[in-house]
Nanobody, 113 residues
């Protein structure tokens, strides 16, 4: 059974930082592309960052230079380091195994201005 568990969300002031974690069981992250998505109230869920099997990362323009996605093969986890947070980064953040129905339950990130 595949399970993804996110953690690390919370309330932070604008300009602050958070580090999200996504730990997996039942699937090996390094053999799959993994994505971090977010969904703000009233908006569609969007892919924010991804990492390929080969370790190549991609980001949407609005987070480039502020967010960094990484993978820890030993711990079968991925991370999203979020710096210089803005109020528009407020959303529920999810990890997903790309191309599958495997999603985490989400973690809330709230950035106060």
């Amino acid at each position: 059974q595949v399970q993804l568990v996110e953690s690390g969300g919370g309330l932070v002031q604008a300009g602050g930082s958070l580090r999200l974690s996504c730990a997996a069981s039942g699937i090996t992250f390094r053999f799959n592309g993994i994505g971090w998505y977010r969904q703000a109230p009233g908006k569609q869920r969007e892919l924010v960052a991804s990492i390929s099997r080969g370790g190549i990362t991609e980001y949407i323009d609005s987070v480039k230079g502020r967010f960094t996605m990484s993978r820890d093969n030993a711990n079968n986890a991925v991370y999203l380091q979020m710096n210089s947070l803005l109020s528009e980064d407020t959303a529920v953040y999810y990890c997903r195994v790309l191309g599958t129905q495997y999603w985490g339950q989400g973690t809330q990130v709230t950035v106060s201005s």
